[in-house]
């Protein structure tokens, strides 16, 4: 799976929120100041392209929708993260995420929860 730019990761975004949208659909939900309207219909040519959207005509008009899930393409991105900074080492990741001073107490004990939860299903 290719790598998304800054620009089509936002585009990525909206149209998972949305599910299916009309390019109209799409430029409503850009924040201000939005990019302009041909601007954001390049970016979705562009991902239609590389195979993360799809569309169906109706008339004139296209209707898109994400071809890859958001979760897909989450993992994809938290591995490439992973092998590119952390030696593919998840037990590095976690040490460098928790280590972090912006965390605080009260969100790290909740990480701790999810992964003593997990560890507790893995056993089972």
Same mark, same amino acid.
């Given at each position: 799976?290719?790598?998304?730019?800054?620009?089509?990761?936002?585009?990525?975004?909206?149209?998972?929120?949305?599910?299916?949208? +009309?390019?109209?659909?799409?430029? #409503?939900? *850009?924040?201000?100041?939005?990019?302009?309207?041909?601007?954001? &219909?390049?970016?979705? @040519?562009?991902?239609?392209?590389?195979?993360?959207?799809?569309?169906?005509?109706?008339?004139?008009?296209?209707?898109? +929708?994400?071809?890859?899930?958001? #979760?897909? *393409?989450?993992?994809?991105?938290?591995?490439?993260?992973?092998? &590119?900074?952390?030696? @593919?080492?998840?037990?590095?990741?976690?040490?460098?995420?928790?280590?972090?001073?912006?965390?605080?107490?009260?969100?790290?004990?909740?990480?701790?929860?999810?992964?003593?939860?997990?560890?507790?299903?893995?056993?089972?």
């Amino acid at each position: 799976m290719k790598e998304l730019t800054k620009a089509e990761e936002q585009l990525m975004q909206i149209l998972w929120g949305l599910e299916k949208a +009309y390019l109209k659909d799409i430029v #409503e939900q *850009y924040p201000d100041p939005a990019p302009a309207y041909t601007t954001i &219909s390049t970016v979705v @040519n562009v991902l239609v392209k590389k195979g993360f959207i799809g569309f169906e005509t109706h008339g004139k008009s296209r209707e898109y +929708y994400p071809l890859i899930s958001k #979760e897909k *393409y989450t993992r994809q991105s938290m591995n490439g993260l992973m092998s &590119s900074f952390f030696d @593919n080492s998840a037990k590095k990741f976690a040490s460098f995420f928790a280590s972090q001073e912006e965390l605080s107490v009260e969100e790290l004990k909740a990480i701790r929860k999810l992964i003593d939860e997990q560890i507790t299903q893995r056993k089972s």
